[in-house]
């Protein structure tokens, strides 16, 4: 009985050693689900990574909110390796200009969260090469390359629809800081990378080359990154160099002259995953970076925070340990509500149920932009007409629209409505 035992228990940490071996090299090799972007909010930020390994060998990732320059982060959504059919999978998180307005590219698909990244909603099914862009301009999102032509569509209502822009476009996108500027980035490491700029939309680019002072290698796969400043031509750019560290760049004339703000320490590439975004406040830029603790079974997450241009940085620790769940949310509650017909013409009705003990009952419509449309005091209802005006009596423009109810201070998800011509 006694060998037995030995035996079982060397079975036992062998299992586990390889479960923390299996972690480690997913870690390495799926840089997509780490994230860092900007809220709509100064200070605020959004991140997804990898989480920990629980006992049953599953890998567990996070998206976290901070409304503090990351200082304090707060467990928003979370879901295993290989989620249930029909949810979704933690990817790479971006903000929109919209308060609480995120999206989530992974598994190649797209979602879209409008409170602050707890529940989500289904955009679509992308090709295996798709990436995104969106932040300046509420609920405008653009995509490239999901397609092998390397075409770049817009979306102006959060990704419900998308309209190709041009053709052979195929760089990493950011979103500039004035209406229809978009960059573009590609080229080849020890060859030379170019930025590309363009004033309508993606339409036409301009073509700027970077120096090779500033960008020219990919060591371990480390792609150069741009993230777009507050100001219009305003931008940074963080490149890699072979003596394992990065630089930090920064642009005020859309990358036609650079200077060199930072360089880091040695960091070793095959451990750490590092990527960056710059924030909504004036001089603003962060740094996240994250690899594993040293028993390999969740991970440590610093986040460095600059408020001079990338110049120095102040440092937040996370310990992402099982433990680290930290929820700061209002109370949610999924209401049995369904509304017809939708998308609608005239008016629609609202069907619903709710307590019966409450102290106050509303159902409030919002426009594409989270500004309020019209709110109606519902108490003891369990029906609703609304002919598409708001409170003032104005016949709402055709387009999408949201609607919420809560009673006391428990709210309904975000849902969508349309109105057509």
Avoid at 299 to 305: F, P, R, T
């Amino acid at each position: 009985m006694k060998d037995r035992n030995n035996i079982v228990k060397h079975i036992i940490i062998i299992m586990k050693r390889l479960f923390l071996l299996i972690f480690l090299l997913f870690f390495i090799a799926d840089v997509s689900k780490a994230q860092i972007t900007r809220g709509a909010s100064p200070g605020e930020l959004y991140l997804s990574t990898d989480w920990y390994m629980d006992n049953n060998g599953n890998n567990h990732f996070a998206i976290f909110h901070s409304t503090n320059n990351g200082a304090n982060i707060h467990l928003q959504y979370e879901n295993v390796e290989s989620p249930p059919i029909g949810e979704m999978c933690v990817g790479g998180v971006l903000g929109d200009a919209t308060p609480g307005a995120l999206y989530n590219s992974g598994n190649n698909e797209l979602w879209v969260s409008f409170d602050y990244g707890e529940i989500w909603e289904y955009i679509e099914t992308y090709g295996s090469s798709g990436r995104f862009a969106s932040g300046f301009t509420n609920c405008e999102i653009y995509k490239c390359c999901a397609n092998v032509q390397g075409s770049i569509w817009r979306s102006e209502d959060y990704g419900g629809v998308f309209i190709e822009v041009t053709q052979d476009a195929k760089y990493i996108l950011e979103v500039g800081n004035s209406t229809g500027n978009l960059y573009g980035f590609d080229g080849s490491p020890g060859i030379g990378f170019n930025l590309h700029f363009s004033t309508d939309y993606g339409v036409n680019f301009i073509e700027i080359p970077v120096d090779s002072a500033i960008a020219f290698w990919e060591p371990s796969g480390m792609y150069p990154q741009i993230s777009r400043g507050t100001e219009p031509g305003e931008i940074y750019l963080v490149s890699w160099w072979l003596n394992s560290n990065y630089k930090i760049f920064y642009s005020i004339d859309t990358g036609y002259t650079w200077t060199e703000k930072f360089e880091s320490d040695y960091i070793d590439f095959y451990y750490w995953r590092v990527v960056c975004t710059a924030g909504r406040e004036p001089g603003s830029f962060y740094i996240m970076r994250s690899t594993l603790n040293p028993s390999f079974d969740h991970v440590w997450l610093y986040i460095d925070y600059s408020s001079d241009y990338g110049e120095t940085f102040t440092t937040y620790f996370h310990d992402l340990d099982s433990l680290f769940t930290s929820v700061e949310s209002k109370p949610t509650q999924d209401f049995r509500m369904t509304v017809y017909p939708n998308p609608f013409i005239e008016s629609t009705t609202f069907h619903f149920s709710q307590p019966a003990k409450s102290n106050k009952q509303e159902l409030t419509i919002y426009d594409l932009y989270g500004r309020k449309i019209v709110q109606y005091n519902i108490k003891g209802k369990n029906f609703h007409q609304w002919n598409g005006t708001d409170n003032e009596g104005n016949k709402a423009l055709p387009g999408v629209y949201f609607y919420q109810i809560h009673y006391d201070n428990v709210f309904s998800k975000l849902n969508k409505l349309i109105i057509l011509n």
